[in-house]
């Protein structure tokens, strides 16, 4: 048997679209300003709902990425992973050359999909007859014509799929992408998750499920990680997007490099359809194996953006990472940046490796606003309020979705090597 060796993948390319704006350079900006992306649900009528109050893309016009006739064939999550996967491939001075087409692939998830479309089609269908439905109905709704639509855009011939793991969906498809370039089925990936849900389906199934803050007086201080007085997340929506590429393809082309991805794992708790269980076992385990992929002393972690939703979690997700690194722990610092999108879903993995990656990048950490009286039980260095200016070489992503699916990813800072 042969000894495989993997192949070194970097990040050269990130695309956004988020609650707080869209593109990277404008969203890290009012990130880092500690500005919030959450304010009153305006896509429908939500006064009689308990919950009115979510983190909407403004100002998103899909014409200026989408050719109108195209539009009204898909749904806006798939309106989202177009535009930020644009951005990316501007970002990254990519060309998709035929001669080469087998070897880009294309991994975008989203963990609902085209809910929206759904809710609106079955409205037409009782009360104008099935003739009237779309002929794009179905297109436009399922999760991996996302991945489906980019390919067709940019003309990735290569690997093409998505996952579909609830709120892990973006880090998976990440992850996966990774190990595809890394095992040499592709030289380069476009990865990461899209999301627009916000509908009243799922605000009424979520809050049902009280997951959701109901801070509907005060939007912009309802998600709040870590603190004493969380009362649960605010759903977001929009799309983050990577370009990963094989190391060797990136420099022969003269790309610039953000990032390395150096570990990934997956796992699943195999404990509830929501919950995880108290001491965390198998984030703990995702966390150890990710690190142990990476194949770097814990000591060299300088940023973990941490899954926390501003639930019950927080307090878990704390004693997984005490569990983890021990001692350490108390002084990584560890940030989530929900407290300014929200919890996008599908989509989370997405932007919050586009904001690990850019941390290192640039050498700040976001804040975690809203943090104001911290929960006894979690004692970390959140970086409250304010961003902190500091040089960071490894950053972990968490992502933990319901049915117990957990995914973390590790990214090193570049420098030339």
């Known amino acids: 048997m042969s000894e495989w060796t993997p192949r070194r993948v970097v990040v050269t390319g990130l695309g956004l679209v988020t609650p707080l704006d869209i593109g990277v350079s404008n969203t890290w900006e009012k990130l880092c300003k500690g500005q919030s992306g959450i304010g009153p649900i305006t896509r429908f009528d939500a006064s009689q709902y308990s919950v009115q109050i979510a983190g909407e893309v403004k100002n998103f016009d ?42 880009v692939g294309v991994y975008i998830g989203a963990g609902i999909g085209g809910l929206p479309a759904i809710e609106h089609y079955h409205k037409v269908l009782l009360e104008r007859g099935p003739d009237r439905v779309s002929p794009f109905f179905i297109p436009m709704v399922i999760i991996n014509l996302a991945s489906g639509q980019v ?22 498809c990440i ?15 476009l990865v990461g998750g899209a999301e627009s849900t916000i509908c009243p389906t799922a605000v009424a199934g979520f809050a049902a499920a009280k997951a959701l803050s109901r801070r509907n007086e005060e939007p912009k201080r309802a998600s709040r990680p870590f603190d004493k ?11 983050g997007v ?21 570990g990934y794992a997956m796992n699943s708790d195999a404990f509830h359809i929501t919950a995880p269980p108290d001491d965390g076992a198998g984030a703990v385990t995702c966390m150890e194996r990710a690190i142990q992929d990476a194949g770097i002393a814990k000591e060299s972690v300088g940023y973990i953006n941490a899954h926390a939703t501003s639930t019950f979690a927080d307090r878990i997700e704390t004693q997984v990472i005490k569990k983890v690194f021990g001692d350490l722990a108390y002084s990584i610092p560890v940030g989530s940046t929900k407290s300014m999108t929200g919890h ?34 979690c004692d970390l260095d959140y970086i409250p309020t304010h961003a902190r200016s500091c040089t960071v070489d490894v950053a972990i992503s968490n992502a933990f979705g ?3 699916v957990n995914a973390c990813l590790v990214f090193r800072r570049w420098k030339g090597e």
């Open 229 to 239: 007085d969380r009362d649960g997340f605010v759903i977001g929506e929009g799309a």
């Open 62 to 103: 899909p014409s200026t990425f989408i050719e109108k006739k195209e539009i009204k064939k898909m749904d806006t999550f798939i309106h989202f992973a177009i535009a930020a996967s644009q951005e990316a491939v501007d970002d990254a001075k990519l060309v998709v050359n035929p001669d080469e087409a087998d070897r």
């Open 151 to 172: 390919a067709i855009r940019f003309g990735a011939k290569g690997p093409n799929a998505c996952t579909v793991t609830a709120c892990a969906t973006g880090n998976h």
């Open 242 to 262: 990577l370009i990963l590429e094989e190391l060797e393809h990136a420099k022969s082309r003269g790309a610039r490099i953000y990032a390395e991805v150096i």
């Open 344 to 377: 996008l879903l599908g989509a989370a993995g997405g932007i919050e490796a586009v904001f690990s990656i850019m941390a290192m990048h640039q050498g700040v950490i976001p804040p975690t606003i809203n943090l104001e009286t911290p929960d006894p039980e």
């Open 402 to 404: 319901f049915g117990g």
């Open 175 to 189: 992850g996966d992408g990774f190990r595809l370039i890394q095992r040499g089925e592709a030289d380069v990936m």
